[in-house]
Protein backbone atom coordinates (compact mmCIF):
# COMPACT_ATOMS: atom_id res chain seq x y z
CA UNK A 1 0.00 0.00 0.00
CA UNK A 2 1.25 3.34 -0.75
CA UNK A 3 2.09 5.61 1.77
CA UNK A 4 0.79 9.14 0.31
CA UNK A 5 -2.02 8.92 -2.86
CA UNK A 6 -2.85 11.73 -5.01
CA UNK A 7 -4.66 11.06 -8.21
CA UNK A 8 -1.86 11.93 -11.44
CA UNK A 9 -4.63 13.65 -12.92
CA UNK A 10 -4.25 15.81 -15.49
CA UNK A 11 -6.47 18.03 -13.35
CA UNK A 12 -8.18 20.90 -15.95
CA UNK A 13 -10.19 23.61 -15.00
CA UNK A 14 -10.69 26.70 -16.50
CA UNK A 15 -8.94 30.14 -15.62
CA UNK A 16 -10.85 31.60 -12.65
CA UNK A 17 -12.52 28.60 -10.89
CA UNK A 18 -11.54 26.71 -7.81
CA UNK A 19 -9.05 23.50 -8.32
CA UNK A 20 -8.92 20.87 -5.76
CA UNK A 21 -6.44 18.41 -5.11
CA UNK A 22 -6.18 15.76 -2.77
CA UNK A 23 -4.14 13.28 -0.95
CA UNK A 24 -4.62 10.96 1.56
CA UNK A 25 -1.86 9.08 3.76
CA UNK A 26 -1.70 5.74 5.50
CA UNK A 27 0.32 6.87 8.98
CA UNK A 28 -2.21 7.57 11.50
CA UNK A 29 0.19 9.17 13.61
CA UNK A 30 1.11 11.59 10.88
CA UNK A 31 1.79 15.48 12.21
CA UNK A 32 3.13 17.15 9.64
CA UNK A 33 1.49 17.63 5.74
CA UNK A 34 3.14 19.58 3.34
CA UNK A 35 2.21 20.81 -0.20
CA UNK A 36 4.90 21.41 -3.07
CA UNK A 37 4.62 22.94 -6.40
CA UNK A 38 6.72 21.77 -9.10
CA UNK A 39 6.78 23.01 -12.90
CA UNK A 40 8.08 21.10 -15.48
CA UNK A 41 11.34 20.53 -15.54
CA UNK A 42 11.85 22.09 -11.97
CA UNK A 43 12.56 21.40 -8.65
CA UNK A 44 9.33 21.51 -6.14
CA UNK A 45 8.50 24.75 -4.27
CA UNK A 46 6.97 24.55 -0.82
CA UNK A 47 3.76 26.94 -0.86
CA UNK A 48 1.47 25.34 2.38
CA UNK A 49 2.50 23.80 5.49
CA UNK A 50 -0.45 22.48 8.22
CA UNK A 51 0.23 20.48 10.93
CA UNK A 52 -4.04 21.07 12.92
CA UNK A 53 -7.35 19.80 12.00
CA UNK A 54 -9.37 22.42 9.65
CA UNK A 55 -8.40 24.63 7.06
CA UNK A 56 -5.06 27.03 6.70
CA UNK A 57 -5.56 29.86 4.08
CA UNK A 58 -2.17 31.55 2.49
CA UNK A 59 -3.50 34.00 -0.12
CA UNK A 60 -5.45 31.95 -2.92
CA UNK A 61 -4.25 28.83 -1.31
CA UNK A 62 -5.98 27.01 1.61
CA UNK A 63 -4.79 23.68 2.73
CA UNK A 64 -7.58 21.47 4.56
CA UNK A 65 -6.35 18.75 7.22
CA UNK A 66 -8.92 15.93 8.10
CA UNK A 67 -6.56 13.75 10.57
CA UNK A 68 -9.43 11.05 11.31
CA UNK A 69 -10.02 10.64 7.76
CA UNK A 70 -6.22 10.83 6.78
CA UNK A 71 -6.68 13.45 3.89
CA UNK A 72 -5.11 16.78 3.13
CA UNK A 73 -6.39 18.77 0.43
CA UNK A 74 -5.24 21.96 -1.31
CA UNK A 75 -7.56 24.68 -2.80
CA UNK A 76 -6.92 26.83 -5.46
CA UNK A 77 -9.09 30.18 -5.86
CA UNK A 78 -9.06 32.20 -8.89
CA UNK A 79 -6.84 29.86 -10.35
CA UNK A 80 -4.57 31.66 -13.20
CA UNK A 81 -2.95 29.77 -15.82
CA UNK A 82 0.37 30.31 -14.23
CA UNK A 83 -0.67 27.50 -11.19
CA UNK A 84 -0.05 25.32 -14.26
CA UNK A 85 2.02 22.98 -12.40
CA UNK A 86 2.32 19.89 -10.70
CA UNK A 87 1.27 19.38 -6.90
CA UNK A 88 3.17 17.29 -4.23
CA UNK A 89 1.64 16.50 -1.30
CA UNK A 90 4.32 16.01 1.27
CA UNK A 91 3.63 14.30 4.79
CA UNK A 92 6.53 13.14 7.91
CA UNK A 93 6.24 9.64 9.17
CA UNK A 94 9.89 9.13 10.63
CA UNK A 95 11.01 11.09 7.36
CA UNK A 96 9.09 13.13 4.69
CA UNK A 97 6.89 11.11 2.04
CA UNK A 98 5.65 11.98 -0.94
CA UNK A 99 3.20 11.58 -3.46
CA UNK A 100 3.35 10.92 -6.96
CA UNK A 101 1.70 14.51 -7.93
CA UNK A 102 -1.31 15.74 -9.64
CA UNK A 103 -0.94 17.45 -12.66
CA UNK A 104 -3.09 21.22 -13.01
CA UNK A 105 -3.47 22.56 -15.96
CA UNK A 106 -5.40 26.10 -15.89
CA UNK A 107 -7.02 26.68 -19.39
CA UNK A 108 -7.20 30.76 -19.89
CA UNK B 1 16.39 26.66 -3.74
CA UNK B 2 17.43 30.14 -2.63
CA UNK B 3 20.92 29.10 -0.69
CA UNK B 4 20.85 25.74 -1.96
CA UNK B 5 22.88 25.24 -5.31
CA UNK B 6 23.18 22.07 -7.34
CA UNK B 7 25.84 21.12 -10.15
CA UNK B 8 26.30 20.53 -12.88
CA UNK B 9 22.26 20.88 -13.77
CA UNK B 10 22.87 18.55 -16.31
CA UNK B 11 25.00 15.34 -16.73
CA UNK B 12 25.63 12.56 -19.42
CA UNK B 13 27.47 9.62 -18.17
CA UNK B 14 28.50 6.26 -19.73
CA UNK B 15 28.17 3.07 -18.59
CA UNK B 16 30.39 1.86 -15.91
CA UNK B 17 31.40 5.07 -14.53
CA UNK B 18 31.23 6.64 -11.29
CA UNK B 19 29.68 10.09 -11.23
CA UNK B 20 29.52 12.84 -8.73
CA UNK B 21 26.53 15.61 -7.64
CA UNK B 22 27.39 18.33 -5.99
CA UNK B 23 25.13 19.75 -3.45
CA UNK B 24 25.81 22.89 -1.19
CA UNK B 25 24.10 24.82 0.73
CA UNK B 26 24.37 28.48 2.52
CA UNK B 27 21.81 28.37 5.01
CA UNK B 28 23.48 27.07 7.86
CA UNK B 29 20.66 24.26 8.01
CA UNK B 30 21.62 21.14 9.85
CA UNK B 31 19.65 18.29 7.60
CA UNK B 32 20.54 17.88 4.44
CA UNK B 33 18.74 15.05 1.96
CA UNK B 34 19.48 13.14 -1.56
CA UNK B 35 16.32 12.36 -3.54
CA UNK B 36 15.60 10.67 -7.16
CA UNK B 37 12.54 11.36 -8.85
CA UNK B 38 11.46 9.53 -11.79
CA UNK B 39 8.89 10.13 -14.29
CA UNK B 40 5.10 9.94 -13.10
CA UNK B 41 6.68 8.96 -9.56
CA UNK B 42 6.87 10.50 -6.46
CA UNK B 43 10.58 11.94 -4.71
CA UNK B 44 12.21 8.60 -3.27
CA UNK B 45 15.17 9.06 -0.75
CA UNK B 46 18.38 8.21 -1.34
CA UNK B 47 20.25 9.10 1.57
CA UNK B 48 20.25 12.11 4.23
CA UNK B 49 22.71 13.02 7.26
CA UNK B 50 21.33 15.26 10.02
CA UNK B 51 25.06 16.30 10.76
CA UNK B 52 28.64 16.48 9.60
CA UNK B 53 30.26 13.14 9.28
CA UNK B 54 27.04 11.20 9.68
CA UNK B 55 24.54 10.14 7.20
CA UNK B 56 21.49 7.49 6.84
CA UNK B 57 20.42 5.00 3.86
CA UNK B 58 17.30 5.78 2.69
CA UNK B 59 14.98 3.39 0.53
CA UNK B 60 17.39 3.26 -2.38
CA UNK B 61 20.53 3.92 -1.32
CA UNK B 62 21.82 0.60 -3.61
CA UNK B 63 24.48 1.84 -6.03
CA UNK B 64 24.44 5.36 -4.46
CA UNK B 65 27.47 6.92 -2.22
CA UNK B 66 27.62 10.12 -0.27
CA UNK B 67 29.90 11.87 2.43
CA UNK B 68 29.20 14.76 4.93
CA UNK B 69 32.66 16.25 5.88
CA UNK B 70 31.60 19.94 5.57
CA UNK B 71 27.96 21.32 7.34
CA UNK B 72 27.76 23.22 3.69
CA UNK B 73 27.82 20.34 1.60
CA UNK B 74 26.46 16.44 0.64
CA UNK B 75 28.03 15.48 -2.15
CA UNK B 76 26.35 12.39 -3.85
CA UNK B 77 28.19 9.53 -6.23
CA UNK B 78 26.17 7.56 -8.78
CA UNK B 79 28.62 4.44 -9.08
CA UNK B 80 28.35 2.01 -11.71
CA UNK B 81 26.49 -0.39 -9.21
CA UNK B 82 23.48 2.07 -10.11
CA UNK B 83 22.09 -0.07 -13.27
CA UNK B 84 19.07 2.45 -13.87
CA UNK B 85 20.78 6.06 -12.72
CA UNK B 86 18.50 8.31 -15.49
CA UNK B 87 16.63 10.17 -13.31
CA UNK B 88 16.46 13.94 -11.93
CA UNK B 89 18.06 14.31 -8.52
CA UNK B 90 17.21 16.76 -5.59
CA UNK B 91 19.28 17.86 -3.13
CA UNK B 92 16.80 19.47 -0.32
CA UNK B 93 17.47 20.88 3.08
CA UNK B 94 15.52 20.72 6.55
CA UNK B 95 16.79 23.53 9.47
CA UNK B 96 16.57 21.47 12.42
CA UNK B 97 14.46 21.05 15.04
CA UNK B 98 11.42 22.94 15.48
CA UNK B 99 10.90 23.25 11.32
CA UNK B 100 9.52 20.84 9.70
CA UNK B 101 9.58 21.80 5.99
CA UNK B 102 12.49 20.62 3.53
CA UNK B 103 13.25 23.28 0.86
CA UNK B 104 15.05 22.01 -2.44
CA UNK B 105 17.93 22.87 -4.77
CA UNK B 106 17.13 23.63 -8.28
CA UNK B 107 18.28 19.50 -9.11
CA UNK B 108 20.64 18.27 -11.57
CA UNK B 109 18.98 15.84 -14.55
CA UNK B 110 21.82 12.70 -14.91
CA UNK B 111 20.99 10.77 -18.16
CA UNK B 112 23.12 7.67 -18.93
CA UNK B 113 24.27 7.10 -22.63
Known amino acids: QKEVEQNSGPLSVPEGAIASLNCTYSDRGSQSFFWYRQYSGKSPELIMS????GDKEDGRFTAQLNKASQYVSLLIRDSQPSDSATYLC????????FGAGTRLTVKP | DGGITQSPKYLFRKEGQNVTLSCEQNLNHDAMYWYRQDPGQGLRLIYY???????QKGDIAEGYSVSREKKESFPLTVTSAQKNPTAFYLCATHPGQGAHEQFFGPGTRLTVL
Open chain 1, 90 to 97: AVIFNDMR
Open chain 1, 50 to 53: IYSN
Open chain 2, 49 to 55: SQIVNDF
